[in-house]
C-alpha cells in the first residue's frame, strides 16, 4: 500500500468545524465499511460531504496545468498522481503534496485532507492561511 495516500472531501458547511477527530474517525470508518452496510454508509456520506463537480474540476486541471490526463488521473510524474472522483479525491504522494492541494484550495476551501494509514489529517485551509 502506498504510504503517501491522501483523501480530499468537502464537508458541509459547519459540519465538524471543531471536532476534526471525531470527522476522521467517521471518514475512516465509511472508508473500511463492510459491504453489507453500504446503505447506512451511502447515507451517512451525504450527510456529511458534498460531492465534487469533476467535470468542472477536470477542466480547471486541464486548462491551468501542463499535467498528463490518463485513465482519469492526473500525473505529476512518472509514479505520482491525483485521482478526482466525486465522492472524494486521492492524491498517492507527498512530494507534490502542497502543489496539488492549491489547486483544490482555490476550487473549494471546506476540505478535509485524510491520510488513513497515518492517521494524519487537516482542514485544508488551515495549510494556505
Same mark, same amino acid.
Given at each position: 500500500?502506498?504510504?503517501?495516500?491522501? @483523501?480530499?472531501?468537502?464537508?458541509?458547511? #459547519?459540519?465538524?468545524?471543531? #471536532? $476534526?477527530?471525531?470527522?476522521?474517525?467517521? !471518514?475512516?470508518? +465509511?472508508?473500511?465499511?463492510?459491504? &453489507?452496510?453500504?446503505? @447506512?454508509? =451511502? $447515507? +451517512?456520506?451525504?450527510?456529511?460531504?458534498? *460531492?465534487? #463537480? %469533476?467535470?468542472?474540476?477536470?477542466?480547471? %486541471?486541464?486548462?491551468?496545468?501542463? !499535467?498528463?490526463?490518463?485513465?482519469?488521473?492526473?500525473? +505529476?510524474?512518472?509514479? #505520482?498522481?491525483?485521482? =478526482?472522483?466525486? $465522492?472524494?479525491? /486521492?492524491?498517492?504522494?507527498?512530494?507534490? *503534496?502542497?502543489? /496539488? *492541494?492549491?489547486?483544490?484550495?482555490?476550487?473549494?476551501?471546506?476540505?478535509? %485532507?485524510?491520510?488513513?494509514?497515518?492517521? &494524519?489529517?487537516?482542514? *485544508?485551509?488551515?495549510?494556505?492561511?
Amino acid at each position: 500500500m502506498v504510504k503517501y495516500m491522501y @483523501y480530499l472531501f468537502i464537508i458541509k458547511d #459547519n459540519f465538524f468545524k471543531n #471536532n $476534526s477527530d471525531y470527522l476522521f474517525d467517521i !471518514l475512516y470508518k +465509511l472508508k473500511t465499511m463492510h459491504k &453489507e452496510n453500504y446503505n @447506512y454508509g =451511502i $447515507s +451517512l456520506y451525504y450527510n456529511v460531504c458534498n *460531492l465534487f #463537480n %469533476v467535470k468542472a474540476l477536470k477542466n480547471y %486541471v486541464k486548462a491551468k496545468t501542463n !499535467l498528463k490526463f490518463h485513465n482519469n488521473k492526473f500525473y +505529476l510524474d512518472k509514479y #505520482n498522481y491525483f485521482e =478526482i472522483r466525486k $465522492s472524494c479525491c /486521492v492524491v498517492n504522494n507527498d512530494k507534490y *503534496l502542497r502543489e /496539488v *492541494l492549491c489547486i483544490f484550495y482555490i476550487y473549494n476551501k471546506n476540505i478535509f %485532507v485524510c491520510n488513513f494509514e497515518s492517521k &494524519e489529517y487537516f482542514w *485544508l485551509k488551515d495549510k494556505f492561511r
